[in-house]
């Protein structure tokens, strides 16, 4: 009788045999960036409860319980893409995703403004850990042809959560509590954390480790935070004119001194070569535009309904879902078009989209409430230029980049959004953060909306990722 033996497989053999499904990988990897996600669109939602808990507190104050955390998140994102590549991206993972839920906790049981943008700014390290990793982990996990639709999933999660997040973050707060907007990330996080340990594999060896440069991390963070800081305060009358001037012109000199010392630094914070891609060049100012009209757009939603229309929270929350409810399947069927055409046509088209839909918020709703006719329509084009822009930024940040530099090449991107955001949110409430709110104080508000919206289409049409032969 002859027994057939099974050949050993050799590493050769293994590593031209197909690998296992990426799916559970990147289901894992998405669950912890969804909470990210969330929970800044939540707290859009929760902006005026905590404005009643704490009392006495003004606008530009709790606007740094967004703001810090946005600072800190946009400026440890560069420095933890690399720590992703030196040290292990499952490793860097799992470490980001802990301290985001330990963070989450005492955000949750802050007794002051003070300790919960404290807080905050830790709960930040933590996700600026896990983000750069988590798009590594999918990046790695599918091959390159399956890459761009695995990546416009991987934005389009961050869309369901910001469709999710007003309304659940409504809800919450209303029945809860503002706490609970923390306490909520507990449950999803803990199940991606214990699935992870085992799910997850690294996907290349740790590469050459390198120390975190302070000095740039510290400039990047003084840059933004100051001009940040005199944005908001222009709105206050708290400071005058000069000292606003300042602290702009400080913040300005400090991003100088920045780019000078990248410029001189062998490991420098960001690697300035990454800029001398073309696409990627114009992909990150694009993303710095529309990062700015993004958070523009969900704190100013919650001020008009809630200020102007005088809904109630979970009323404001149920009403701005229909719109970014449109983000994910528009995201999903822009990915799979753009791997054959490319992404300028989603960016420019949806760039343009959103303008109209600025425009739209400027000339049709008014004082008296009228949602299906004056406001759903407009929330229906931003919700689908949404879907087309942001997933395809992403994308097309990393599109021509090689694979050692996916992890500090998104991260770079990524924080260059989130800087965006917090010029955003100082524009928002310094334009319409008062108490008391006129319908016409959002008319500069929209028409500055409509204006970053076509500078971005201005900036994307330079931007090349449509396949060429083989390089498809």
Known sequence: MTINKVPTTTKS????????????AFWIACSATFLVSLDTTMLFAAFEALRQSF???????????????????AAMLIPAGGLADAYGRRRIFRLGLTLFLVTSVACGAAPSVDWLIAARAFQAIGAALLTPASMSIVLAAFPTEKRAVAVSLWGAVGGLAAAVGPSLGSWVTASAGWPWVFYINLPVGLWALWRSASQIEEAVKPTERRSVDIV??????????????????SGELRWSAQQIAWVGVGGLLAGACFVIWARTRTHALIDLSLFQHRTYRYV???????????SMMFLGFFFYMTGIWHYTLPQAG?????????????????????????HRPFLVGGSLLYALSSLWFFLVPGNEPNYLLHWLPGLLMSGIAVGLVLPSLSAAAVNRLPVAHYAVGSAVNQATRQIGSVLGVAFT???????????????????????????????????????RGAQS
């Open 13 to 24: 053999q293994s590593e031209s045999m197909p690998a296992k499904s990426p799916w559970p």
């Open 55 to 73: 009392a006495g507190t003004s606008a530009a104050e709790l606007s740094w319980v967004l703001n810090g955390y946005t600072v800190v998140y």
């Open 216 to 233: 740039g991390l510290l400039l990047l963070m003084l840059a933004v935070g100051a001009i940040a800081l005199a944005i908001v305060e």
């Open 284 to 294: 990150n100012g694009a993303t710095l535009v529309f990062g700015m009209a993004f």
């Open 318 to 342: 149920l009403a701005v879902t229909p719109g970014p409810l449109m983000v994910m399947p528009t995201a999903i069927i822009t990915g799979r078009l753009a791997s054959r055409l490319g």
């Open 429 to 467: 409430v310094a334009l319409v953060g008062d108490a008391t709110l006129q319908q016409s104080d959002f008319h500069a508000f929209y028409l500055l909306h409509a204006g970053l919206a076509l500078l971005t289409g201005l900036l994307c049409w330079p931007v090349d990722t449509k396949p």
